[in-house]
């Protein structure tokens, strides 16, 4: 059963997490805090497996109460955003930050059409959050040591990342250490809430020298360029006139994903191939994995992000599995493996 402590103010969005949660069979509200200052006492009292945390809340918000719980009694946490703001999202990544795990926004009215979707994918959430071991590190898994790795060619094209729980800060990371003359383009599909993703461009953007942007059908992929997957979208690359070329695609979800990791992957290793550097960084489940493999066996190199620093060592230890994986790097020394890796070869 997963227990979980509701943080909230508001009367009326506790009767609906209430409702939500306890009509499962698994779940169960254990309790429910109205500020962060009984959050950190009923967490401390309760020891729940989820915690339900709202933004803004009197006494003490919810940043602060997520800074201490994570602190002194670490608990998986989703962030609960009552909207999808420029000030809500900038306030999500500081909870990022602090250890939170994800946000979600607040449920429709209950008599919304939308209400029994949304429904469904928060309770997903809830479900998939509670199993993360944030306490301490998951169980290390045997995983490729860190060896020199030889370049497979001498013009490496474009660079395509996929990321879940604990993308954000794990591409924030690479991203801000790398130069403003990076002189390839990167991809990018990260699994992130419905509502986020123009939010989520914008903070990265704050956060290195590079330009992100998200990315539309057609266009033609820059150098120094970060391009992100929109929500509810495929992103595939193609060449247009000899120039890679972004292409938005409508469709169904792959691997219960939309926007999927694989799909963007397996269409760089038709594309591009030898020329391409796939990376798999923290997350959940399996996507990108099948993704990754195609692109080794297309000669492209293939990296995931250490097992140590993920916050799940999931979507890469499937890779590991598949022998899809060329190289395990640390990521705090990712961007440097990566600007090396790409200036040896423009410096021939």
């Not at 959050?39 to 803004?56: G, N, V």
């Not at 998986?76 to 602090?98: M, Q, R």
Request: glycine share 6%.
């Amino acid at each position: 059963m997963i227990r979980v402590l509701i943080v909230e103010d508001s009367p009326t969005v506790i009767s609906i997490f209430k409702h939500m949660i306890n009509s499962e069979k698994d779940m169960e509200v254990v309790g429910v805090a109205e500020n962060g200052k009984e959050a950190i006492e009923l967490t401390t009292r309760l020891k729940p497996d989820l915690i339900t945390m709202d933004i803004e809340m009197p006494v003490m918000n919810g940043l602060e109460a997520t800074r201490i719980i994570m602190s002194q009694n670490p608990t998986p946490i989703v962030v609960i955003s009552s909207t999808v703001s420029d000030e809500s999202i900038k306030a999500i990544f500081h909870f990022l930050e602090a250890g939170a795990l994800t946000a979600l926004a607040k449920p429709a009215d209950i008599f919304s059409p939308s209400f029994e979707e949304t429904k469904k994918y928060m309770i997903n959430t809830l479900r998939a959050m509670a199993s993360i071991n944030v306490a301490k590190k998951p169980l290390k898994q045997p995983f490729l040591k860190t060896i020199p790795f030889q370049p497979k060619t001498d013009h490496y094209e474009i660079i395509a990342i996929g990321a879940s729980v604990g993308g954000p800060l794990a591409l924030k990371s690479i991203l801000s250490k790398l130069p403003v003359d990076f002189p390839v383009p990167i991809v990018v599909v990260q699994h992130i809430s419905k509502g986020f993703t123009a939010g989520y461009v914008k903070w990265l953007g704050e956060n290195t020298p590079l330009k992100v942007k998200i990315a539309e059908n057609y266009e033609i992929l820059q150098k120094g360029t970060v391009y992100v997957a929109p929500e509810m979208r495929h992103l595939e690359i193609e060449r247009i006139d000899g120039n890679l070329a972004a292409r938005v695609i409508v469709g169904e979800p792959v691997s219960d994903f939309y926007p999927s990791i694989t799909v963007l992957l397996k269409s760089v290793s038709k594309v591009s191939g030898k020329n391409a550097i796939g990376m798999l960084l923290t997350g959940m489940g399996g996507d990108g994995a099948q993704g990754l493999l195609e692109l080794k066996r297309a000669k492209g190199c293939t990296i995931v992000q250490d097992p140590d620093s993920a916050v799940v060592f999931g979507m890469a230890s499937v890779a590991q599995s598949l022998g899809a994986v060329d190289q395990v790097v640390e990521i705090d020394h990712m961007a440097a493996y990566l600007t090396k890796l790409i200036k040896q070869n423009y410096t021939r």
